[in-house]
T-cell receptor, first 111, second 113 residues
Framework: EDQVTQSPEALRLQEGESSSLNCSYTVSGLRGLFWYRQDPGKGPEFLFTLYSAGEEKEKERLKATLTKKESFLHITAPKPEDSATYLCAVQAGNAGNMLTFGGGTRLMVKP | KAGVTQTPRYLIKTRGQQVTLSCSPISGHRSVSWYQQTPGQGLQFLFEYFSETQRNKGNFPGRFSGRQFSNSRSEMNVSTLELGDSALYLC????????????FGPGTRLTVL
C-alpha cells in the first residue's frame, strides 16, 4: 500500500528563519511527486512536480528536492505570507492517476 | 485562463438526504478527479473520470458516485448522507497525460446535520 508521511505536523518560524519540510514515501513505482500549498478554506495550489531522484525545482523562496525515499521542501528566508499548509502527494505506477497525500505540514511564519 | 470551478461553494444538508456537487475543469482538460478532505483523514481519492468513463475509484462506499459529461464537466452525488460525510470536496482537473499535473478547484464545503 502506498504511504506518504510528512513531518513535522506543524512548524513555527520567525520571518527570515530558513527551514525544511520532509515528505517520506513508500510507493510501488513512483511516477511523480507533487507539492501543493493550501490556505485555509481554499483548494490546494500547485507548486512543484518531481519525477526522479536527484531532481530539484525552485520557485521564489521554495526549493523542492527528491531522493528515492523522500522529498524536502526547503524554505529560504520565509515571509508571513508563506504561512499555509504544505501538502505532498505521490502518483504510483499501479494506481492510475490517483494521488496519495500526506497529512501536510502547517507552517506559521511570524513577523 | 480560468481555473477549476466548483458549485456550490457551501452546502448544508441533513442526514438521509442526497446531494449533487458540480465541477467545471480548466478549458482543454479532459480528466476530472474528486477528493474528500477531512481533518481526521486528510485528502482521500474518490474517483477519476476521463472521456465520460470512470477510470479509477477509491475506497468509498457505493453511496458516492459520479459522472462526466461530453464537455468534461463532472458531477458527484452522495446519497443517504451521514454525519461523517461532512467534509471539503475537492475537484481536480488534468489535461490527459498520465503525469500531467492535477489542478484543484476551491472545493465545496458540505455540512451534514
Amino acid at each position: 500500500e502506498d504511504q506518504v508521511t510528512q513531518s513535522p505536523e506543524a512548524l513555527r518560524l520567525q520571518e527570515g528563519e530558513s527551514s525544511s519540510l520532509n515528505c517520506s514515501y513508500t510507493v510501488s513505482g513512483l511516477r511523480g511527486l507533487f507539492w501543493y500549498r493550501q490556505d485555509p478554506g481554499k483548494g490546494p495550489e500547485f507548486l512543484f512536480t518531481l519525477y526522479s531522484a536527484g531532481e530539484e525545482k525552485e520557485k521564489e523562496r521554495l526549493k523542492a528536492t527528491l531522493t528515492k525515499k523522500e522529498s524536502f521542501l526547503h524554505i529560504t528566508a520565509p515571509k508571513p505570507e508563506d504561512s499555509a499548509t504544505y501538502l505532498c502527494a505521490v502518483q504510483a505506477g499501479n494506481a492510475g492517476n490517483m494521488l496519495t497525500f500526506g497529512g501536510g505540514t502547517r507552517l506559521m511564519v511570524k513577523p | 485562463k480560468a481555473g477549476v470551478t466548483q458549485t456550490p461553494r457551501y452546502l448544508i444538508k441533513t442526514r438521509g438526504q442526497q446531494v449533487t456537487l458540480s465541477c467545471s475543469p480548466i478549458s482543454g482538460h479532459r480528466s476530472v478527479s474528486w477528493y474528500q478532505q477531512t481533518p481526521g483523514q486528510g485528502l482521500q481519492f474518490l474517483f477519476e473520470y476521463f472521456s465520460e468513463t470512470q477510470r479509477n475509484k477509491g475506497n468509498f462506499p457505493g453511496r458516492f458516485s459520479g459522472r462526466q459529461f461530453s464537455n468534461s464537466r463532472s458531477e458527484m452525488n452522495v446519497s443517504t448522507l451521514e454525519l461523517g460525510d461532512s467534509a471539503l470536496y475537492l475537484c481536480a482537473s488534468r489535461k490527459q497525460g498520465s503525469t500531467d499535473t492535477q489542478y484543484f478547484g476551491p472545493g465545496t464545503r458540505l455540512t451534514v446535520l
